[in-house]
């Protein structure tokens, strides 16, 4: 079974500046099957992004999606004060859905 | 909008039983697939299972819980159940309804979530 581990851990930033996450699969991931979502504090996760680099319906396009095999980015290109939230990258394989632990952006 | 209702405590050994109404759309689409997932702060997030129509019913359960689960569409009401026997105080979560349309992720729409607390 494929493993999703997410870098850094936490992200500390400023509104305006330029944030880049990273996912990593154990084993090579179809570009079609990676997904990231944002989740903020007492709300459900927001898909963000599927296919990898499809930003899914009302998503700005300050987020974009990109990589393949085992390494995948999210990159916010200007942070706003609303994109504070923590990330997850989910893939879609043999044991169909799997997420990541998460990557937290915070306010520096 | 998917409205999820359910009993929000249990005791070890009972079943979870949730149900998530969906309107806007049909459980019977033939485009969409209706997911669990739950979240908890040793597991993350943890997909449980799915069903969709695809001129029939199919069903599938992550390995994890599959002994245990049943998901269950009901067209007259347009909605969607999860039943979880034998509950322990692992199944303690926040569980999740998701309807899918991108063929590839458990929710590009989610419900708001349900706090399940299992203990005696």
């Known amino acids: 079974e494929s493993v999703l581990t997410q870098s850094p851990g936490t992200l500390s930033l400023s509104p305006g500046e330029r944030a880049t996450l990273s996912c990593r699969a154990s084993q090579s991931v179809a570009t079609d099957y990676l997904a990231w979502y944002q989740q903020k504090p007492g709300q459900a996760p927001r898909l963000l992004i599927y296919g990898a680099f499809i930003r899914a319906t009302g998503i700005p396009d300050r987020f974009s999606g990109s990589g393949s095999g085992t390494d995948f980015t999210l990159t916010i290109s200007r942070l706003e004060p609303e994109d504070f939230a923590v990330y997850y990258c989910q893939q879609f394989g043999r044991s169909l859905f799997t997420f990541g632990p998460g990557t937290r952006v915070d306010i520096k | 909008q998917l409205q999820q209702s359910g009993p929000g405590l249990l005791k070890p050994s009972q079943t979870l039983s949730l149900t998530c109404a969906i309107s806007g759309d049909s459980v019977s689409s033939n485009s969409a697939a209706w997911n669990w997932i739950r979240q908890s702060p040793s597991r993350g997030l943890e997909w449980l299972g799915r069903?969709?129509?695809?001129?029939?019913?199919?069903?599938d359960y992550a390995v994890s819980v599959k002994s245990r689960i049943i998901i269950n569409p009901d067209t007259s009401r347009n909605q969607v159940s999860l039943h979880l026997n034998s509950v322990t105080p692992e199944d303690t979560a926040v569980y999740y309804c998701g309807r899918d349309l991108t063929g590839t992720t458990p929710g590009d729409f989610w419900g708001q979530g349900t706090l399940v607390i299992v203990s005696s």
């Open positions: 069903t969709y129509y695809r001129s029939k019913w199919y069903n």
